[in-house]
């Protein structure tokens, strides 16, 4: 039994060991996340076709209508409903509510391999339904000394869709900052949902298109609440161009 547990650790530690050299020879996770993000599409190179002019009597597909009907038009009175409503629950909230807050602060920690950390922070600041958010995330890998810095900054529409649910529209942009530089337009739709006055949960998917292709940034927790504090237990998922950087994370919030 003692000789199958010692060729076990044998097996994991020749793996572990394995994984090590095959990053070194590839310089990294964070290296190889950096470069395919920043990475520059060649030319494309196209013979333009002449295109003719629509027809001024030309009328709508049955698809488009059913574009307009099923998603366009209902998208829109959300957000103007949402909207409205947001004025509303803005206009009663209490200082430290944990929905439309006036200000917020977030830190955190997350675990992403034995070898690297990240540490982020966030500032929300707004008025009602219209707020701004900037965010910033420093990648630390201790094995290959190998930092990244990852910086968001979104215009938010504020939106309300019952007393314990707040949902912004989420505009702005991404920055990578490393031994390679990279930024892109982005978008999210981060959600809210308090269903008592002390636990809460939050989803936060963000999508920055960048020359590479597209970034996808997906953070889901829950919030334990006392007074204006929060205690933040969740997971957070970072994949561009089919590299990753996940892990659980935690940390604290706080809101006026």
């Known amino acids: 039994m003692r000789k199958i547990q010692f ?10 060991l ?38 001024k009597n030309e009328e709508p597909s049955v698809m488009d209508e059913l574009l307009l009907d099923l998603f366009v038009r209902p998208l829109a009175f959300g957000m103007l409903a949402g909207g409205a409503y947001g004025l509303e629950l803005s206009g009663n909230r209490m200082a430290g509510d944990p929905i439309f807050p ?8 997350q675990y992403i391999s034995s070898d690297i950390t990240a540490y982020g922070y966030g500032v929300e600041l707004g008025q009602a339904i219209i707020a701004a958010d900037f965010r910033h995330t420093y990648y630390n890998d201790r094995l290959f000394d190998d930092t990244l810095h ?6 938010l529409y504020r939106m309300g869709f019952g007393p314990r649910v707040e949902t912004n529209l989420a505009l702005g942009g991404m920055w990578l900052r490393g031994e390679e530089s990279a930024s892109a337009f982005s978008v999210g739709l981060p959600v809210r949902y308090w269903p008592s006055r002390r636990l809460g949960a939050e989803v936060r998917p963000m999508f920055g298109f960048f020359e590479a292709g597209t ?5 889901a927790g829950f919030l334990l609440r006392y007074e ?7 997971y957070r998922w970072v994949e561009s161009q089919g590299e990753r950087l996940s892990g659980p994370r935690i940390g604290f919030s706080f809101r006026f």
Do not use: W
């Not at 970034?215 to 953070?219: A, F, H, N």
């Not at 204006?228 to 969740?234: N, S, V």
């Open 7 to 16: 060729l076990i650790m044998i097996v994991v530690c020749a793996g572990l």
């Open 18 to 55: 394995g994984s090590h050299r095959a990053d070194a020879g590839e310089g990294g996770r964070l290296r190889r996340f950096e470069s395919q993000t920043a990475a520059k599409r060649p030319p494309r190179v196209s013979n333009p076709q002449p295109v003719s002019a629509p027809s």
């Open 102 to 109: 006036l200000a917020r602060l977030d830190a955190g920690v």
């Open 150 to 155: 990852f910086y968001q900054f979104h215009a």
């Open 215 to 219: 970034l996808y940034d997906l953070e």
């Open 228 to 234: 204006h504090g929060a205690l933040r237990l969740g």
